[in-house]
């Protein structure tokens, strides 16, 4: 697949896990220009309230923000509404709250959506098996028994059944979620690292030429750029790598 520099940079999403705003900021200024997604996580959006997520949306920037909600399907809705009013482009919950869980979240959707017509409708996501999780954990310590691979397809069919637009997952499961889903599902993949890299505590990685290969639609890349003595240069490079 042939994909122009802006194409490319609009595939990478930086992870932005820093302690505080300050932190996060540089990082952003540091990468103007560069028309990338921006993540917020649980370390940033608890630390710097929502009014950072407003200032990356007013910069321009499309979000993703990244709060893998899993609670009960009230609770869940009452979230994706607070959320949607953010005016974020993507977030997400966990499939293995369940489908009743995961219709909330777009019930919690809609009533955002008809309490003002400005507001831009998000793809809800939802993650399927953390990357972080070997296949001995899967079964020995969280005990679901199976490959990674099954388990990640079947909350990925859960996510569809509820509606939802797309998943997390690896990009080691990206052709086998759209075998079952369907190629309109959305992959969005961390557990990137370019060749050489450190994998950090990820288990289940690739590089951001193979995942492109597989067809992932998303790739979210954190510590390879935001760790690295220049994040403008390695996610240059990891721009370069994708065109
Ligand atoms: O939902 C996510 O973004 C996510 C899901 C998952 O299964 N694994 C995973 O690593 N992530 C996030 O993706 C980012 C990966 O960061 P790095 O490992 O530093 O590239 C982190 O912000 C994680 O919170």
Redesign the pocket.
Known sequence: MKLSREEAAGRI?V?L?YPDAAAAEALVNSLEGIPCYM?V??QLFYAASPGFVIGLKERGYKV?L?L?MHDIPNTVKGGANSITKLGVDMF?VHAAGGVDMMKAALEGVEQALASDVALARPLVIA???????SKQVLNEEIGINGSVEEAVVRYAQLAKQAGLGGV???PQEVQRIKAACGADFRT?T????PAGADP???SRIMTPREALQQGTDYM?????I??AASPRLALESIIEELI
Do not use: C, E, H, Y
Request: aromatic letters at 2%; zero cysteines.
């Open positions: 999403m992870a896990d993540k996580g649980m993703f990244d893998k997400n993650v399927t098996q953390l990357t972080s999780t997390v997952a690896s969005i961390p557990g990137i690292r950090n505590d990820q979210v890349i954190g510590r390879p935001t760790a």
